[in-house]
């Protein structure tokens, strides 16, 4: 029997993104992007923040945050563009595009947090 | 005066049309009757050249799928009732097939689909008659029953995007057939349907769009037998990396 | 095209073409579709969080920066949108992924509604245990 196609591992990437992006995201949108700018919420200050952030845990909590959802949108939207817009001579090169973006985002907040 | 109800049918025929138009029909509205008996009514009495397929007209053998009002449907199973006196019905053939002739559709290829996952018990051993039959408890049954009741109507295909989309994806029904075997406690094929499916064209073109389980009047859920196995495909993916060659888990029957 | 006969072995079958904009013809395909560009949301929220991170990396004065610069109504109002697609994704998530895992017990499958529950449960109790690190002044 043939080997099974390495497809398998970006599923398994796209649903462990998926699974962080359901339980996690939302509220990070919420705050950061609604509530504090909106003022329902006290802004926290820079230094509580960044005392946070500094945290081991917080630092492995924010790397998994941003890498897995990256390449949870990189394998979705890819099948998106393929399948919606139909753009099937695209593919390597959308595939390329998708995969690579997550991964230099992935890069760089690993950079970020190991310097924060 | 009587209850109307208009048909708005798909024509096609291949010696004179370049493509289908559509054709209306006057029927009665009877509150028993479903679009099949719409349509029999019509071929009976109106124009007995509108060509459908039809046969057992109480849901269980799948040939009377078409697309009524945008959806697909078993016609002896869609009550005209449903649309309301004076309604517009319209007719199609099953979307996402090649048209033959009015609503009749061209099978050939989802036959080919279905069977390309070898659905029928694969052994790699066959044991003796004296050994007995093979037992299956209720608990056993139950792993797999809901796959097996798909009765090919091709709803799903009709309802699945990737279908349209990909022409050579392999289909929910196909894709259910081959877990409805997987999960059979006599069946040792497991490995070889996934070496045939874990693929593009095979598991890994659906998106789970899930429009396949909610048309199947059958209650199979297609997507979910899909979801399932592309579970499955990567955790053997998985496996493949991090365990020994020539791992086998095949044997689950029981014998007495 | 030109028209050829058919005979009893060359029948001449209709294959209609699939529009480029096969998505708009249901309401439930454009939900699917929304669904997958649900993606673009959660991956613009974790470019916020990167940018966000940049921000503490930098300074007090470029968090000030950023925070001032998250008040414009542009930027409040594509997170509106963006937020709108995470809930989106979120309960889309929870709907479907039991799917993928039949849970049996005692042989008999549990229904999906009471193996999402737990998953929102996850979701509530998981989003309060942020809320509160990032609230709390200590």
Known sequence: MSKPSNEGFFWLLFSAGGVVAALFIPVHLFLFG?????????????????????????????????????????????????DGLQVKHLNEVIFVLCYGGALLGTLLSGYLLLRI | MADKIVLEIARYAPEKDEEPSFQSFEVPFRKEWVVLDALNHIKDKIDGSLT?????????????????????????????????????VRVEPLRYFPVIRDLVTALSDFLVKLQSVKPWLIRKDEPPLSAGE??????????YKQFSMCINCTLCYAACPVVGLEPSFVGPAAIALAQRYNLD?????AQERL?????PEGIWGCTFVGECTRVCP????????????KLKAALEWVKSFVLPRGHDDESKEVRS | MTMQPSTEFHPRWYRAKVSTYWWMGSWRYLLFI????????VAWSVVMTVLLLRALLNGPEAYARLTQCLRSTWMIALNIITFCFLLLHTITWFNLAPRAMPVRVGGKRV????????????????????????????
């Open chain 1, 34 to 82: 609604l509530a504090f700018p909106l003022g329902w919420l006290p802004q926290p200050s820079y230094g509580h923040l960044l005392a946070l952030a500094q945290s081991p845990l917080a630092r492995i909590y924010l790397f998994v945050l941003c890498a897995l959802p990256l390449f949870h949108w990189a394998h979705r939207f890819h099948f998106t563009l393929y």
């Open chain 2, 134 to 143: 093979f037992l299956q408890t209720p608990e056993q049954l139950d792993l």
């Open chain 3, 34 to 41: 929304l669904r997958e560009l649900s993606s673009v949301a």
């Open chain 2, 185 to 189: 406690n006599r069946d040792q094929g």
């Open chain 2, 218 to 229: 059958k209650h199979v859920d297609p997507a979910g037998a899909i979801q399932q196995y």
């Open chain 3, 111 to 138: 229904p999906e509604f009471l193996v999402a529950v737990p998953n929102y449960a996850l979701w509530v109790v998981a989003s309060a245990a942020i809320a509160w690190f990032v609230l709390r002044t200590s």
């Open chain 2, 52 to 88: 459908y397929r039809w046969s057992c007209r109480m849901g269980v053998c799948g040939s009377c799928g078409m697309m009524v009002n945008g959806e697909p449907k078993l016609t002896c199973a869609t009550f005209l009732s449903s649309y309301g006196n004076g309604a517009k």
């Open chain 2, 195 to 199: 070496g045939l499916l874990a693929h």
